[in-house]
């Protein structure tokens, strides 16, 4: 149907009151602000005047006195039903209902999944995280929170529009104050609970309140709703795993093992003497007693016996704490339990048959977690949604509406009050009235909105409230003021717009400056540890702060959604579909920009576009913090505990120091136990040795002042060899070896390699008697000079094989490998853990084969042939089983897991295979050596501090890029928007705001377009 006031053009006159003129084209200036009064004119183009196709209303009045009746009508007809929004009707607001719950499960179905799998889409590391999960639980709540209030923004829209038409629709009507003049959808939403509940509107009141919930609670927490996090996860394991010592829970009593299944008398002859009683052939490192004096010397305990070794070894208690009985008692007792563990395994065998078969393992993964705090108070809000909603329907449904028509513009609010002459009259004096004085006027005056039968319409009828006398006459008497003060509300001053910009602008300096501390700092600091806290100050937090900003768009859009018909009215020849047919008011707000732009209201559909874009800050918001593993690098100063190079005196004792660290062998045997059990056990090699250097020590903080994982950087020296290896052609040894040299020390020139290991291969022939195929290997000593000369320093290693052990003459096989150290040193970029282990080391600068002072060739030359000696203690002999005759032997074979290199009945082994494994062994020995024997190093002059840098695993916030830039840009073009908009201002032309029923009527009845009726 088209309007009733198409091709009419409208403007705001001066004497208060809408007026269309008569007359063809008539042009009407605008009269100043501070005239009397405003009134609307019209301009026809047309000389007849503008009617309505159909009239909808009619208006029944009483006068002031209410005996004088001029027109009574009672229903005596059921009315036809009034017209009620569709957001109120049962199956919209039953489907909102259901879609709540549904939510409530939704959130219900994530948290039970989430705390029966520890997490969703867990992953080894965050990282690894797919990315659908990651943008899905970033984004995913906080866009269906959106999505569902701008729902619930269409809801309470129109359940606070429609409260005074309910009210005026009710049998006895309601009073001015509780009707014509209540203007809930132009408050701010916080407030609009309480002044509803006060007034017993309760569809506004449950809808308000319903909104609230919505805008401020459910939207951020459901921002809060998801996070990630490490989580520890436990699940059956077939494991082949020695436990860790706290974990280990007894599950039956004690017993005693009897002699029957552990001979106790033989484990303590083990203990006293460190080997069994009865001896068994083996490889050679399990031939003689571990020794432990080297592990005593700080003690001043010398050459003890083998379990008092055991027992103090390792720790470090002066020899004074040994007199308390209690730590003597401890120490050895914590000694022959670690021992008997390791005795009683060798007894047992390996079975499928468990009486527990339960084994568990616990690891880590990184994942999705749902609050289950966050997740039930999520849930409970829906519930009371849904409740509410429900109570909205239930009202909406019994509510009587006897509304014609939807009132969604201006002009449909002067179709409802056509022809209501008394009516018109008490509202046609008072156009001028500011909304105080109006609400005064007509506070407790009845209005009922009714269906009169005779004319088959809706009629409001008016009842004055008996009032004083003289007050009535004193307010008639009163004469208008010359000029009235235009209305400007709090939400459209200039003041209030600049702190609202101040608010944006500081917000993105915030956002900016977190930015800023997130790329220096590596990720910003995690202000508490506790999951739910995080979360509210992460998710929640930021997104209240855009729940904020929108309820202040959705206030401006609001208020010029009312005012901008009369805006266009008040410039003149308005367009009715700008004006008086404009339906801004009908919709939310945020659905206004299109219907803006198409009438050519930029400055609204910027405001529209605003509001919108609010909703999209509230995604850009509570997604923009993330957490992520970092390694934080924090600076630490480092103090070396030795300098970097060897103690002259040190040097020179070294093999005297040596031989007081053995009491049955003569041989130090301490570096060879380390890469033995490194090698066969996988166990950690000493603090600040690698496999091919040992590093200047530097004191690192008590481990306890260090966090779990933390690591240590620092730019250190290390020590080490190459080995230089060099393999030699497989060669016979002839059956004649006299006049070979064998140890022969002459300072000057150093016989020929294959000459000494000949006469060496040909020396333990001699003395053996073996009549079948035979075996033997060799490290001989070159010259064997106290002090050693330059021929100590090269290092062989020989094999030999003769398949006539018994005959002196027979041919000998043999392969040979040379190595001639070379000493290296050079700067490395080191990483360790908190107790000195290598994690990681780079070379930083070139190798160098002396250290910075004049002696160190001499030092290190002599550091060689003392390390040479200690592998040159062995008894040569011919052998014709596979078992190790010295400890290189058997080092290669836990290196290689082979022991062809021994077995008699295969060719001599390879020298070019077996040379760069005699390489590693030799660079990995020399650095454990160094690292045990640390006083041949200088401590008299340190040296200056260094700067480290102590590396720590932590999670720490990031935000993320996508988000951020959504943020900032969206409060950028708010504060731009903001700026312009406060800037032109809305110009304050009218007494009071048009905002409710009242005021429209005030506004509206002094007008010519009602004179027909009046």
Known sequence: MRSAWDHVAYRVSTNGAFDPYAVEAAPVETAPIDTPSVRLTTVKT???KPVTEKKFSGITSYKSDPSQIVKSVEPQE??????????LSTPILA???TLTILLAVAIETLAQRSAAMGGLALSPSLDDMPEYARISYLYGPNTVAVLYSIIWSWIDLDTKRMQPWFELSKPKGATGEDSLFVDYQYDFVALVPFKSARKKHWPVFFAGTAMVIVFWLLTPLQSALMGTTAVVLTEPATINLSPVDDSIQAISPRQILPETEFNSTAFEFLLANGMDESVTLGDHPFNTPVEEQANLNSSGIFRPDNMVGYALAGRDNPTTDYSNPEILTNAFNEAHQHLFSLQVETLLINTTKFSNHTASVNYFLHGVVVSRDFAAVTECLLGVVAVFTALVLWYSRSALSNLPMNPSTLGRHVDIFRDNPE???HFRSIDNFDDKSLLEEFRKDEFRLFYDRPSKSTRVAIQKAEQDPSKSIERRLIPQEGYYEPVKPWVLRRWSGTIFVIVLIAGIVGLCFLKQREKKLNGLYRPSENFEVLQLLENYLPTIFATLIEPVWILLNRMLCVLQPFK???????????????????IPPQLVVWRAIKSRHFTLALVCIMALLANVLAVGLGSLFNEAAVTAKYPQVLQPVFAPRFDNSSVYDFPTRLALNTRYSGQYRPHFYVAMTNMSSGTTLPPWVSKGYYFQRHGLPDTNQSAVGDTYSLRTRGFGVNANCTPISDFKVPSNTTGLPQFQNDTAVCESYTDIVAGNLGSIRTTSNWGVVVAGEITPRWAGGVPPNVCDIPFPMAWGRTAEGGNINATIDASLVMCNPIFETAMFNLTVD?????LDYQRTSDLQATLDYPESREHTDLMFA??????????YDWHNTSLARD??????????GSRDHLDPKLPVPDSKKMAPIVEELYQLLYAVLLSLNEDIFDHSDLGESIAATRNSKEIRIFMENVSFIISVVILAMNAVVATIFYIRAVAFVLPRMPTTLGSILAYVAPSRLLEDSG
């Open 834 to 838: 908190p107790s000195g282990y290598v």
């Open 568 to 586: 266009d009215l008040w410039e003149g020849k308005s367009k009715p579909s700008t004006s008086m047919d404009a339906t801004y008011t009908s």
């Open 866 to 875: 003392y390390f040479n000696r200690q592998m040159q203690f062995a008894t």
């Open 78 to 87: 059921k009315p036809k039903a009034g017209w009620k929004p569709l957001s």
């Open 423 to 425: 009516l018109l009259h």
């Open 46 to 48: 047309v000389t007849v």
């Open 887 to 896: 400890w290189m032997n058997y080092l290669i074979f836990l290196s290689t």
């Open 95 to 97: 489907a909102v209902i």
